[in-house]
């Protein structure tokens, strides 16, 4: 069956644009979870979003960075005015259901010029 | 000090031999452990999903956890040479973090050959 879908997959842009990056969970899971994984890095939490519920926002390193997710499904990652510290693999994964494994897509490879 | 811990390796080692991968950990409310394998420039891929302490054995691959050492561990039974990847632990606790996931900075496993 289809995973978990990221796009683009690879992303150059210059300091200072903003930039979108789109996830499509798997089909029937209701929660969904965006990750930065830097070189040498482990993941790092940024956002979760369960059914209807307000999202949780706490791993959102800036104001700069903001994510929403439509219909309870595809979901969108913007960082706007992009610095070069921003410069990661963004993993996007989704769950059934809170408690259930996390399965993550290939990400988006994202470099600031 | 990090709350997961993981020797990030490069851990190489000849084709059939056991591989035994580790991570240790600090929070004791921690009660989901997750092993992922990462390729290179892929996502990680959910491997084990374990709760709370004892063992799991999938196929070529057991994971073990002791809680009361706060250590678990990853071990891969007669290695491939396509077992090499970046293997990663994670964890997370139960209640309403238990979507957070921790992650190590993972292990690179190299299997020769």
């Known amino acids: 069956g289809a995973g978990v879908s990221q796009s683009p997959s690879n992303k150059v842009t210059e300091k200072g644009k903003d930039v979108e990056l789109r996830c499509d969970p798997i089909?029937?899971?209701?929660?969904l979870y965006w990750y930065r994984q830097s070189l040498g890095q482990g993941l790092e939490f940024l956002i979760y979003?369960?059914?209807?519920?307000?999202?949780?926002k706490s791993g959102l390193p800036s104001d700069r960075f903001s994510a929403e997710r439509t219909g309870g499904s595809v979901s969108t990652l913007t960082i706007q005015r992009t610095q070069q510290e921003d410069s990661a693999v963004y993993l996007c994964a989704s769950s059934l259901a809170r408690r259930q494994p996390q399965h993550f897509g290939d990400g988006t490879r994202l470099s600031i010029l | 000090q990090k709350e997961v811990e993981q020797d990030p390796g490069p851990l190489s080692v000849p084709e059939g031999a056991i591989v035994s991968l580790n991570c240790t950990y600090s929070?004791?409310?921690?009660?989901?452990f997750m092993w992922y394998r990462q390729y290179s420039r892929k996502g990680p891929e959910l491997l084990m999903y374990t709760y709370s302490s004892g063992n799991k054995e999938d196929g070529r691959f057991t994971a073990q956890v002791d809680k009361s050492s706060k250590y678990i561990s990853l071990f891969i039974r007669d290695s491939q040479p396509s077992d090499s990847a970046t293997y990663l632990c994670a964890m997370s606790a139960t209640g309403a973090g238990t979507y957070k996931y921790i992650f190590g900075t993972g292990t690179r496993l190299k299997v020769l050959a």
């Open positions: 929070n004791s409310a921690f009660q989901y």
């Open positions: 979003f369960q059914g209807n519920s307000a999202p949780d």
């Open positions: 089909s029937g899971h209701t929660a």
